[in-house]
């Protein structure tokens, strides 16, 4: 059974920095891709950034345009983990934010996964 299990999530003022990080765990052989969707209140789950894997060590990275130059996507290959550093944040940036998993291979197959998601809320 693979799970992603989000931490880093919280409260913070505006021009505050948070880190999130999720994890996979489970009987996995590789990821894909790995990476970030937020929902406001109200609004419909979005992209905010994503990491996949192209051969290199870098990887290839995709960012929101409203999160460029202020959010980075990190990812450590051997420990099945995602980050994402926040920097600089707005209050629209508040949101629930969640992991997602982009084609994780296992014996049994191959699946897309989510994680059950972290509050991060910018408020002064």
């Known amino acids: 059974q693979v799970q992603l299990v989000e931490s880093g999530g919280g409260l913070v003022q505006p021009g505050g920095s948070l880190r999130l990080s999720c994890v996979a765990s489970?009987?996995?052989?590789?990821?894909?891709?790995m990476g970030w969707y937020r929902q406001a209140p109200g609004k419909q789950r979005e992209l905010v950034a994503f990491?996949?894997?192209?051969?290199?060590?870098?990887?290839?990275?995709n960012y929101t345009d409203s999160v460029k130059g202020r959010f980075t996507i990190s990812r450590d290959y051997a420990k099945d983990t995602v980050y994402l550093q926040m920097n600089s944040l707005r209050p629209g940036d508040t949101g629930v934010y969640y992991c997602?998993?982009?084609?994780?291979?296992?014996?049994?197959?191959?699946?897309?996964?989510w994680g059950q998601g972290t509050q991060v809320t910018v408020s002064s």
């Open positions: 489970g009987n996995i052989i590789s990821i894909y891709g």
């Open positions: 997602n998993a982009d084609k994780i291979f296992t014996p049994s197959g191959v699946a897309d996964y």
């Open positions: 990491i996949t894997s192209d051969g290199t060590d870098d990887g290839t990275r």
